[in-house]
């Protein structure tokens, strides 16, 4: 079952009440990796929050804000996608050849141009596993995903008047400006694989359900299925563990 969370900014560690939407132009289903996998110990619903502080933290530095974040949660893939999409862009559309398909709103695109543009919106896309892998968790940068994305005989290029905008000087065509977002979500995302827990057992509310989770102290130690305990017998185990050590 495919479902999509809408997130708003909260304080770390006060995952705020999930509204459940459905989204029909968003396109993840063909995501394309960028990057080797990176692998960290912050669990999903802190990972979910960070990621949205960090994304907006650079917006100034990326000259990229951010319109709303979603994620989409894939009970088949094991995966949360945090999708940070950005507020429009004016572009240029143009046929790469001559012999290429025209799209469906082609004489629209055309008329655009005379207007300053089309408004096209980037979709940044991080994915976190929900599972552990050897007490980590695998986290994967996607490549971004705009209008047309998909087809090379189309591109996004400069409109007119936007030439010397500090903007488009960095990032002339959608695709450059893809790549470049790629490499600075992948420079961002990776500062948190040393990510450490809290040194005092805190509980934080569950990524799903009305449950809570351990983190911090020993809780790291716990494997899948003793997490799978109740918070009551997590503790106690965890007491247990920690007298014996003692003894």
């Known amino acids: 079952m495919k479902r999509q ?6 304080l770390l560690f006060t995952f705020q009440t999930i509204a459940w939407s459905a989204s029909t132009d968003m396109l993840i289903k063909e995501r394309r990796q960028h990057g080797k996998p990176i692998r960290t110990r912050m669990p999903p619903q802190i990972f979910i929050e960070t990621i949205q502080k960090q994304f907006n933290a650079n917006s100034p530095e990326w000259k990229t804000f951010w319109q709303n974040f979603t994620v989409e949660d894939d009970d088949v893939k094991d995966e949360f996608v945090i999708v940070a999409r950005s507020y429009p862009k004016k ?19 055309v008329n655009d141009i005379a207007r300053g543009g089309t408004q ?11 599972s552990r892998s050897f007490f980590r968790y695998t986290v994967t940068v996607y490549e971004p995903l705009f209008d047309l994305w998909k087809n090379p005989c189309y591109e996004w290029s400069l409109a007119p008047g936007t030439a010397n905008d500090a ?10 400006y893809a790549d470049n977002l790629s490499k600075q979500t992948y420079e961002a995302v990776s500062a948190f694989d040393g990510w450490k827990s809290p040194k005092k057992l805190m509980k934080i509310p569950a990524i799903r359900g009305a449950g809570q989770e351990l983190i911090g102290a020993e809780a790291d130690s716990l494997t899948d299925d ?14 247990k563990r920690k007298k014996g050590k003692m003894e």
Do not use: H
């Open 226 to 239: 003793e997490k799978k305990l109740s918070i009551e017998e997590q503790e106690k185990l965890l007491k």
């Open 5 to 10: 969370i809408i997130f708003s900014l909260s």
């Open 120 to 130: 096209v919106r980037m979709d940044a896309l991080v994915g976190i596993r929900r």
């Open 91 to 109: 572009w240029a559309f143009s046929l790469l050849n001559p012999n290429c398909p025209k799209p469906e709103d082609y004489d629209q695109f």
């Open 167 to 176: 903007f488009y000087k960095d990032n002339n065509t959608t695709k450059v």
